[in-house]
């Protein structure tokens, strides 16, 4: 949303409901309760404390003005299928999973013109938000027929101190999968290979893939399956990656020129 665009604000004590309690549903339901929010959680695979926890599905949506899909994405039709009569235009529903392509699709179909509803992906999770690390960012993938909902997702993400990127679903899943499901893929290799975040000698160029060790371990590494194949251009990224280590491994067997195999600095 531009400057010049007129402000959505999220009123303080908005209902929320979360359905899906697992580490992100349950971590994002504090962020707002934190932000002075309302909110109600449904998961019947979860433990959720009884001043959040909803009776049913019909009693979690009442009167909650945002329906926060936070369940796995091979769940999600069946999860809109069940709400959509119980959905009117004075709602809005996000989901909040690492990818867009599908969810925002099944939004499309299931919920149409008369739901409001919002793809989104917040760029955090339960460890980076128990360390408060900055800056916090969430990205919103508007859809065409409900620009209101991503100007109000946008209002909401900022209310809970972010900073707000505004993207296609394809672009979203095509950033992804060169960095998040990259980066998992990396880290699966070398925690399976035994090289584990808490080596006590290492120099400082691992504290950076310590840091990564330790973050999908910590925010989502039971999603791994999930991020790796669900997102459509992962599978592509993790062979143009293969591909490049496989050549980089030829050429230090060869003894290729020093020059060659230098590392490029930061573009200026």
Not at 19 to 32: I, V
Not at 44 to 50: C, G, L
Not at 67 to 73: G, Q
Not at 129 to 150: F, T
């Amino acid at each position: 949303m531009s400057a010049t665009e007129p402000r959505d604000p999220v009123p303080s004590a908005t209902t929320f409901v979360v359905l899906g309690y697992g580490r992100f549903g349950k971590a994002f339901a504090d962020l707002l309760l934190q932000a002075g929010h309302r909110v109600r959680a449904w998961d019947p695979h979860a433990d959720i404390s009884a001043a959040l926890a909803a009776a049913s599905i019909p009693a979690a949506i009442g009167d909650a003005r945002w329906i926060v899909l936070a369940m796995p994405v091979p769940y999600m039709r069946d999860a809109l299928l069940t709400l959509r009569p119980l959905l009117h235009a004075g709602q809005t529903v996000l989901d909040v999973g690492s990818v867009k392509l599908h969810p925002c699709a099944m939004m499309d179909e299931v919920l149409g013109a008369n739901v409001p509803h919002v793809g989104t992906h917040p760029l955090f999770g339960p460890l980076s938000l128990a360390r408060d690390e900055q800056p916090r960012r969430a990205v919103i993938c508007p859809a065409a027929d409900h620009p209101r909902a991503a100007a109000r997702a946008g209002e909401l993400f900022r209310d809970l101190g972010c900073e707000v990127i505004v993207q296609d679903p394809e672009s979203h899943d095509r950033a992804m999968a060169r960095t998040h499901a990259l980066a998992f893929f990396i880290a699966k290799g070398l925690i399976d290979l035994g090289v584990d975040d808490g080596l006590p000698v290492a120099p400082p160029s691992f504290q950076g893939i310590k840091h990564m060790l330790a973050a999908v371990r910590g925010d989502a590494g039971h999603l791994f399956a999930a991020i790796q194949r669900e997102n459509p251009f992962a599978a592509d990224a993790r062979a143009q990656l293969l591909a490049e280590l496989a050549r980089v491994h030829r050429q230090l067997l060869a003894d290729a020129d020093g020059d060659s195999l230098a590392i490029p600095g930061p573009p200026a």
